[in-house]
């Protein structure tokens, strides 16, 4: 069974510190790769799974990304949702923008990273393992052997049941977030005021035994650094 995702927020407000130099004129979701802006990467994948509207924050050089989207011609809605006066991280940034957003779930998409489909649509395949009874959020990960550009050493372990568990200090996980998520509205109750990590929601939702993780069956590319993007534009051209 499939449920319906109505909106989506793209995570847009970052510094963008890891790609400097090209982010002194530009805010990174603005950096081109492979043809076109980053963020623009981000938003065919959430026009091709037919969601209907999307909320993108935003804070460094806000004008630029404020033109920039002012210019799409999409088939869904675009509202943003302003952290000019001060840069909110990822929960705090999902709290402010919660009003604009619609549905229960909600899809959640970072900026700087590009994917490519399996055998089927990325964000329909999380639709469709989507349990709101049982989940507070479900996470696409990717094997750490396939998490292209990536340094680290993983992010989550997962069960066979698909519950997700935090590496352990100094230890190796298999997984690693993909920056792509489904989270229930309930993901986002009780949670602090002001500025704090996503992390925070994660460990709450893990200890209630409510995080969940899917597996990605495409390509995935960490676009973090100047160095990332010549390999990945040369993936992707091989794809």
């Known amino acids: 069974m499939s449920v319906k995702i109505e909106s ?3 995570m847009a407000a970052g510094l963008g510190k890891r790609m400097r130099p090209l982010t002194a004129t ?3 979701p ?8 980053l963020i623009d990467h981000s938003l065919d ?7 209907e509207h999307v909320v993108v924050n935003v804070h460094y050089l806000a004008d630029a990304l404020e033109a920039h989207l002012a210019a799409q011609k999409r088939e869904f809605t675009i509202a943003i949702s302003d952290e000019r006066d001060l840069l909110l991280e990822t929960g705090g940034g999902m709290v402010k923008a ?3 957003l619609r549905g229960d779930p909600i899809l959640i998409v970072n900026s700087d990273n590009i994917w490519t489909d399996g055998p089927q649509d990325s964000i329909r395949h999380l639709a469709r393992h989507w349990d709101g009874a049982k989940m507070d959020a479900l996470l696409l990960v990717i094997r750490q052997a396939s998490a292209t550009g ?6 989550f372990h997962m069960d066979p049941a698909g519950r997700l568990s935090r590496r352990k200090p100094g230890h190796i996980a298999p997984f690693v977030y993909t920056g792509i998520q489904l989270i ?5 109750d009780g949670a602090p005021e002001g500025a704090f990590s996503t992390n925070i929601l994660w460990e709450r939702a893990i200890a209630a035994g409510r995080l969940y ?4 069956m495409g390509q995935w590319f960490d676009v973090g650094t100047p160095a990332s993007i010549a390999p990945t534009e040369a993936a992707l051209t091989d794809g």
């Open 213 to 216: 993780g899917l597996s990605h």
């Open 30 to 37: 603005l950096v081109r790769v492979a043809g076109k802006a």
């Open 98 to 100: 919660l009003p604009q």
């Open 26 to 28: 530009r805010p990174k």
């Open 45 to 51: 994948r959430i026009e091709a799974a037919g969601v």
């Open 8 to 10: 989506a927020m793209v």
């Open 184 to 188: 229930s509205r309930r993901f986002l």
């Open 150 to 155: 990536h340094g680290g050493r993983g992010d």
